[in-house]
């Protein structure tokens, strides 16, 4: 495995969150956790975000009390999990994607809320704007626009040069999700694509979506950022591979279990980083006074075993600009 940037990356991530001194003698905070993925797919989120709140002087059963609730991967407990959380009246509650967001939102207009995967916040509704937010919501957006969905197809065009018909896998439940389908049928015409959009709101639907494509006979695959499909990124990458779909998704964790290429931001690096957004909070900030913070770096990896099990050539030129090469 070539990875020439991962650890500098992991020194920055360190050094922005430096132990920030005692808290108040007596006060134990209760933060709420709030996830859509189970405790073992989000395990090394949750542990990147409370080690960070630890190195704060956030420490559990001294003076922090971590309320976790996840969702298995099903969207429509989502409400019922944030409910929960605001009538335990936790100090701040620490969301994941856009689904968490809207729920936790829709549960409570008073506790603060940092977001930790969002996705076009403002297009969404979650907040007035990213330098002023407003509200009770803040924290950080997975995207530095929606002009990065034409990227996907880009890289797409790259391993699949005569690429005539790309599949768009979508989740349409999360507000935000029809200005992305809607930004990747731009991107699709501009670059003379035929974009198919195929969506799934949950697990059960993934097979059907993957028989659709392959009637629709498309030539290649587009993920789109979501936590349900981030949820279920192993079953993802398992029928991409059965249909010999090459596939870019949005986080390095799907090519680490076999997916063939991904373009986004660090999701641990950005945990890390809401966890600085809960501690000023609860040191008194208001969260509609802290600006959303957008990825300050993007990570590109490619799987080369994907590629040689499903035929599909990285040229050279792509090779030389991945940030990881898994062998």
Do not use: C
Request: glycine share 8%.
């Amino acid at each position: 495995m070539i990875d020439r940037r991962r650890f500098v990356g992991a020194l920055a991530a360190t050094a922005v969150v430096p132990f920030s001194g005692a808290q108040p003698a007596g006060k134990v905070y209760r933060i709420g956790y709030i996830q859509t993925a189970t405790p073992d797919e989000q395990a090394h989120l949750t542990k990147a975000f409370e080690d960070a709140l630890r190195e704060l002087g956030y420490v559990e059963g001294r003076n922090a009390v971590f309320e976790r609730r996840f969702a298995w991967g099903k969207q429509e407990r989502l409400p019922e999990l944030a409910a929960e959380l605001v009538r335990l009246n936790v100090d701040v509650i620490m969301t994941g994607g856009n689904p968490v967001i809207a729920a936790v939102k829709q549960a409570t207009s008073t506790i603060p809320i940092v977001m930790g995967a969002s996705r076009d916040p403002v297009g969404a509704g979650f907040i007035a704007s990213l330098a002023r937010p407003g509200g009770n919501i803040t924290g950080l957006t997975s995207e530095t626009g929606l002009e990065i969905v034409g990227k996907y197809l880009e890289l797409t065009k790259e391993v699949v040069p005569n690429a005539s018909r790309v599949a768009l896998l979508l989740n349409p439940i999360p507000p935000g999700a029809a200005n992305y389908r809607k930004a990747t049928e731009n991107a699709a015409n501009n670059l003379g694509v035929s974009l198919s959009v195929v969506e799934a709101r949950g697990r059960d639907e993934l097979e059907g979506a993957f028989a659709a494509m392959a009637r629709e006979r498309v030539d290649a695959l587009v993920v789109q950022s979501d936590p349900v499909f981030f949820t279920a990124r192993s079953q993802i990458v398992q029928l991409a591979m059965k249909h010999r779909l090459p596939a870019v998704y949005q986080a390095r964790e799907f090519p680490e279990v076999g997916g063939l290429m991904s373009y986004g931001d660090n999701v641990s690096y950005r945990f890390r980083r809401a966890a600085v957004y809960v501690d000023k909070i609860l040191k008194g900030t208001k969260p509609g006074e802290l600006p959303v913070e957008q990825s300050p770096k993007i990570e590109f990896v490619i799987n080369l075993r994907t590629a040689k099990a499903i035929g599909a050539v990285i040229p050279q030129s792509l090779l030389v600009r991945a940030d990881e090469v898994i062998q």
